[in-house]
């Protein structure tokens, strides 16, 4: 086969071929800006879901977690390397840093949260779907939760 053949065929060849199918998604950065926390003492858990199994309880069912310090009554926990998809927050103010939140008699939460989209429910939990949103492809996305007591 004539070296131009041989090129001609190896071009047809990788036409052929389905290019960037393979490659991964381009990670994305999400930061969670958390505001109106009332005191500096503990810290934060920030929890992030790309489903609603585990939602918002299940710690070990949460596509990421991050801990973050309280500065003037503000945290901030960036999530780096997050694929692209659907995803709901979950914030808690461990301000006894136990590591779970504490809940009184009834069970509601006895410390401070708040979920993404600012959802708060008086008699029950948030929903992945209602506290849910979307991060792009390679771009930083920023969210702000209020958290209330």
Aim: glycine fraction near 10%; proline fraction near 5%.
């Amino acid at each position: 086969m004539s070296t131009s053949r041989l090129a001609s065929t190896t071009l047809a060849i990788l036409a052929l071929l389905p290019f960037g199918s393979s490659a991964a998604p381009a990670d994305a950065t999400l930061r969670v800006e958390i505001t109106n926390l009332r005191s500096t003492q503990g810290e934060v858990g920030c929890l992030i879901f790309n489903s609603p199994d585990g939602y918002p309880e299940t710690r070990t069912k949460a596509y990421k977690t991050l801990r973050a310090t309280i500065e003037g009554g503000h945290a901030l926990c960036e999530f780096k390397n997050v694929a692209p998809g659907t995803y709901a927050a979950i914030i808690g103010h461990d301000e006894n840093r136990n590591g779970k939140v504490d809940k009184n008699f009834i069970g509601a939460p006895r410390e401070g949260y708040a979920a993404s989209n600012n959802v708060r429910h008086k008699m029950s939990a948030p929903g992945f779907q209602e506290a849910s949103f979307a991060v792009p492809a390679g771009a930083v996305t920023s969210i702000n939760v209020q958290v209330g007591y």
